[in-house]
């Protein structure tokens, strides 16, 4: 199941067929090239074996021909290096300290964060290896999460750590780090009956106030808007390790069911590791668009951005499904949006009293 | 000098209406506090610059304006000239008469055209302040000046002198001034900052007088000072007669009456301009005039019966009288590089566009239309655009949204142009100022107040062609800049980025660094023209340098052709490659054999023009592949220009081929200045 190589042989010799492609080329008397996967919804499939969304088979190539790409090749020239030599010195580096070595580049230099974010993706895909391969980190940091969950965290003293996330935690809960494999992470115990994941800090305080993970023998992870690979990483080992379903409470816009897209079905941009990260078994608690008519919830127009991204779902393979594209559908007839928190029209413990008790019941998980 | 000063003085005829300034002072720019300084400073520098352009001198203009009494708004101004001075006798009557002044009777391109005048000014600082005006004039015949001070009794008309002497008078610095003018007056005034201000009026007379190097201190005691940049002085315009389409009834009376010619053609030919021995036969068939009719014993129906006949009115055998049309070297245009030198001093620009049209006439009234557009720095981003409006070389401040040149811009879409407009009409937005100068024998403003060209057809018209002529232009800069854009990212693709990648991927891998000349070639794929026009500061002279690359896999020939400035007297020198001239300024070189991944060099300089004048070379080329950086020749547009020349050419023969008599042709020689393709100047 894992995509992670954990061989720095095998890491350097895949690095390195990326960096002879564009030798080759050369030598041939031709521009240099690099060869990936397209990264849009135009090529990612559902795949059987795996249950989750993968890239296809449509290759893009970007080559030397105009400014922007040869430079993003001679970046990736050097970020090769830069790897092999953390490799051989056994050092690791964040992906925004890579950015700010590049300072020293020269023409291989990054534009901005996002250029060395997404290069590095570039080549997880194009070598099948992970960023932990590469010994690059994330910046983001991973969720909170509240319940009564036991884990063995891996200290910086080396010594394995035993935490409960409901009683050896303050209100904030348990921050989960950006590594949450097996060396880092043991999953020890648990006495909950669903996860349910939770977009917005606000709503997730709002459930702790109210007790709501022990009312109903769950734990609350917070997600802070689009999910980093750490917590959906987490979620899908606790579903597939205890066995226990996962809830997505999310806003009602279009681009909460990107959020919920993610963590059931698999990113876009990391359609190569979804199978690690992805949870197909969740399921979308709302606020869906039944709910702002059902709950008369207090709603904002869509916006003419809102309304691209609808129409963009339409015709992403993973929002195929009917039941989809009837939300989206009914979204863009209403032409309205609701936040979590307009729930609290009716009151703050309208949400743990009745509206969570009512949805969750419907999904037969109460 | 004084011949001059003298001849000028002559001239002038006078017209007794003092008493109507005070009536009226509200027509004539001295109906507020703030615009009267304004009015008084703009007299003072409109005689100052008029008279230095009749006597040859390039004009030193010094301004200064002092608070005298701050509770009575009391400011005092001070303008001085490098003029020719006046002679003492005709003092009195520059400063204490009203409409007195050679332009008002005279037909041509003058700034003070209606001649209020610095009387005005006089009578002005006398009615707020009752101080006269202190004047000390130097001509250059004389040793000593002449120092007076003038009022005015405005019942009569007529100038009160007073404290009358002669002076050695020196400059700050101790040395003798030689000629000049010095004028001190006190008045109730307000000044005040922003666009309509004396300083905004100083700024924009500097831009349309770039020989002028202007100064000015204002009441803070901060000076400003406007260099001259162009050593050359407006074309010396000669005065037109009047042309019979543009004559009223009441001025062909008095025509007439004031004639002492024996004969109606005589007096048609000899007071006329258009009119030739035919035609002044066939208009007094057509008025029913005897051809020997003596002018001055017309009666009022005959005169209006020629009246009409000039209009067309009445005709000669059903067709109205064919009249030549007025000469045009009445005109005197800035010409394209001045304008672009008068912008770019005041104005931190990035790019400037310019052109002038070539003179035409609207009702016997010759006139001519420049417009000037300007990129630059420091110029509001979303706010409109800043207007420059310009009759004869004076600054329009006053009445922008009812003018006709507002009016012109405003129905131009510059949205092509790179300029923000909403919906394509109306004033455009963004970091620019759009320049338009009309220069005219009889410019008609909306009101006695000239602020405003009130509405004429062909006025609209040559003024819309010059906007949508210089727009061309600009657009074929943005197009060649945008490719150039790329291909500067193609070079660094090639001279850079390419290397550094087979470098590092050499590095990488242990393996030799690979040769790079196939992998450019497929990058290209093309043939790439650079050039470069730079001022070189050592020689003063322009340097160009145009390199072509052929990066593509087979030799390649072309003839390359560039444009120069050979109008304004440009030639071209160290032009090793040789070539030779295609056209009117275009110049054409032969590139017999360009081998793949090989350069050819095309290096010369020009001379024969100042710093600024010539910043940008436009490329062109014959041959089957396409060059980046370069423009395809049209071979129409070549036959085009030769045609014009060729035109040009015949205008300078003689326009009639007259018949008899003892009449001296009022037209002038000389052609009346043409604009080419290229938009260069005459």
């Not at chain 1, 890239?55 to 970046?75: H, I, M, P, Q, V």
């Not at chain 2, 160290?574 to 090989?598: D, H, Q, S, V, Y």
């Amino acid at each position: 199941m894992m995509s992670r190589v954990n061989d720095p042989e095998l890491t350097k010799q895949r690095l390195h067929a990326v960096v002879e492609e564009m030798y080759d080329r050369i030598v041939k008397g031709e521009p240099p090239t690099m060869t990936l996967p397209v990264r849009t919804k135009t090529n990612i499939g559902f795949d059987k074996k795996l249950g989750v969304y993968k890239y296809g088979k449509k290759r893009s190539t970007r080559d030397a021909t105009n400014l922007r790409s040869a430079k993003n090749l001679l970046r990736a020239l050097h970020v090769v290096e830069f790897i092999e030599e953390m490799i051989e010195a056994g050092k690791s580096s964040t992906l925004r300290e890579m950015y700010y070595i590049s300072e020293g580049w020269g023409y291989g230099k990054f534009a901005s964060q996002n250029d060395s974010n997404n290069l590095a993706e570039d080549l997880e895909v194009v070598t099948s290896c992970l960023r932990e391969d590469f010994k690059l980190r994330p910046e983001e940091d991973g969720a909170r999460m509240i319940g009564n969950i036991t884990l063995e965290e891996l200290n910086r003293r080396g010594q394995w750590m035993r935490i409960n996330a409901r009683d050896d935690v303050g209100d904030s809960g348990y921050g989960v780090p950006y590594n949450v494999e097996v060396e880092k992470i043991q999953l020890i115990e648990h006495d909950v009956k669903f996860l349910m994941a939770i977009e917005t800090g606000g709503m997730f305080d709002r459930l702790i106030e109210n007790g709501f993970d022990e009312a109903y023998d769950c734990a609350l992870i917070h997600l802070k808007g689009q999910p980093a690979r750490s917590t959906r990483r987490i979620i899908k080992r606790m579903n597939e390790e205890w066995d226990i379903p996962v809830v997505v409470f999310l806003d009602g816009d279009p681009w909460s069911f990107r959020i919920f897209a993610s963590i059931a079905y698999g990113a876009i941009k990391t359609a190569h590791i979804s199978e690690y990260l992805a949870t197909p078994s969740a399921s979308y608690l709302g606020i869906t668009a039944d709910d702002i008519m059902a709950y008369d919830l207090p709603s904002d127009d869509l916006s003419k951005k809102d309304i691209e991204a609808l129409e963009a779902e339409l015709t992403d393979p993973r929002f195929a499904d009917g039941w989809w594209q009837d939300q989206i559908n009914m979204m863009l007839d209403l032409g309205q949006k609701a936040e979590q928190q307009s729930l609290a029209k009716y009151g703050l413990d309208f949400v743990t009293d009745t509206y969570l008790p009512e949805k969750l019941g419907e999904m037969g998980l109460i | 000098m004084s011949g001059i000063a003298t001849k000028m003085a002559k001239g002038q005829k006078q017209i007794a209406i003092s008493e109507f300034f005070e009536k009226n002072k509200h027509f004539l720019g001295f109906d507020t506090l703030q615009r009267s300084i304004i009015t008084a400073v703009k007299e003072a520098v409109d005689n100052s610059l008029d008279a230095c352009e009749e006597a040859r001198i390039l004009p030193d203009i010094n301004i200064k304006i002092t608070k005298v009494d701050m509770k009575r708004d009391i400011l005092e101004l001070q303008s001085q000239d490098n003029g020719p001075g006046i002679p003492q006798k005709s003092i009195e009557k520059v400063f204490g008469q009203l409409l007195f002044g050679s332009r008002f009777h005279a037909i041509r391109q003058s700034r003070g055209q209606q001649g209020i005048g610095i009387t005005g000014v006089v009578m002005y600082g006398q009615l707020t302040t009752g101080k006269p005006t202190h004047v000390i004039s130097k001509i250059a015949s004389e040793s000593t000046a002449a120092v007076v001070d003038i009022g005015i009794d405005t019942r009569k008309n007529k100038a009160i002198k007073s404290n009358q002497d002669r002076m050695i008078w020196e400059d700050d610095d101790g040395s003798i001034i030689e000629h000049g003018l010095r004028v001190i007056t006190r008045m109730k005034g307000k000044y005040q900052r922003g666009r309509q201000s004396v300083f905004q009026y100083l700024r924009m007379t500097s831009i349309v007088n770039p020989h002028a190097s202007i100064t000015f201190t204002d009441p803070e005691g901060e000076t400003f000072h406007w260099p001259r940049v162009s050593e050359k002085l407006p074309t010396k315009v000669d005065s037109i007669k009047p042309h019979p389409h543009g004559i009223e009834l009441g001025q062909l009376q008095r025509m007439c009456k004031d004639s002492s010619d024996s004969r109606m053609t005589v007096f048609l030919r000899q007071n006329f301009s258009g009119v030739s021995m035919r035609a002044a036969k066939e208009l007094c068939d057509a008025a029913d005039l005897d051809v020997g009719a003596k002018p001055r014993l017309l009666k009022p129906d005959h005169v209006r019966a020629l009246l009409e006949s000039f209009q067309g009115e009445r005709t000669n055998n059903g067709k109205a009288v064919k009249l030549l049309a007025p000469p045009t070297n009445c005109l005197s245009p800035i010409e394209e590089i001045l304008i672009k030198k008068g912008l770019s001093k005041t104005i931190d620009s990035k790019f400037i566009a310019t052109m002038t049209r070539v003179p035409n006439v609207s009702h016997g009234n010759p006139f001519q239309v420049e417009v000037g557009l300007i990129f630059g720095e420091g110029l509001g981003g979303d706010k409109p655009v800043e207007i420059l409006r310009f009759a004869n070389r004076v600054p329009l401040m006053y009445q922008q949204g009812g003018c006709l040149l507002t009016k012109a811009i405003e129905s131009i879409d510059w949205r092509q142009y790179g300029l923000d407009q909403a919906g394509g009409r109306g004033v455009p937005k963004g970091q620019a100022a759009i320049l338009i100068h009309l220069a005219s024998t009889n410019v008609q403003f909306t009101s006695e107040a000239k602020e405003a060209l009130s509405d004429n057809e062909s006025v609209f018209e040559e003024t819309r062609k010059a906007m949508l002529e210089m727009g061309r232009g600009l657009r074929k800069h943005l197009e060649k800049k945008k490719k150039m854009a790329k291909t500067r990212e193609k070079f660094e693709l090639i001279n850079d980025i390419l290397p550094a990648i087979a470098a590092k991927s050499a590095a990488i891998l242990n393996r030799p660094v690979p040769a790079l000349s196939g992998s450019i070639t497929k990058i290209m794929s093309a043939v790439i023209c650079e050039e470069e026009t730079e001022w070189n500061r050592e020689t003063k002279i322009t340097d160009v340098k145009i390199t072509l690359f052929n990066y593509t896999s087979r030799a390649r020939s072309y003839s390359i052709l560039v444009n120069w400035p050979e109008k304004a007297g440009a030639e071209i020198t160290e032009n090793e490659r040789g070539g030779r001239k295609e056209a009117m300024g275009i110049w054409g070189w032969k590139i017999e054999t360009l081998e793949p991944g090989e350069k050819a060099l095309i290096e010369y300089s020009l001379t024969g023009l100042e710093k600024g004048d010539w910043t940008e070379t436009e490329v062109f080329f014959r041959g089957s592949q396409d060059v980046i950086g370069a423009t395809k020749l049209d071979e129409k547009m070549l036959t085009q220009i030769r045609a014009d020349e060729a035109a040009l050419n015949q205008i300078e023969l003689p326009e009639e081929e007259d018949e008899e008599e003892d009449y001296l042709p009022s037209t002038v020689e000389g052609n009346p200045g043409q604009a080419t393709l290229f938009g260069g100047e005459q």
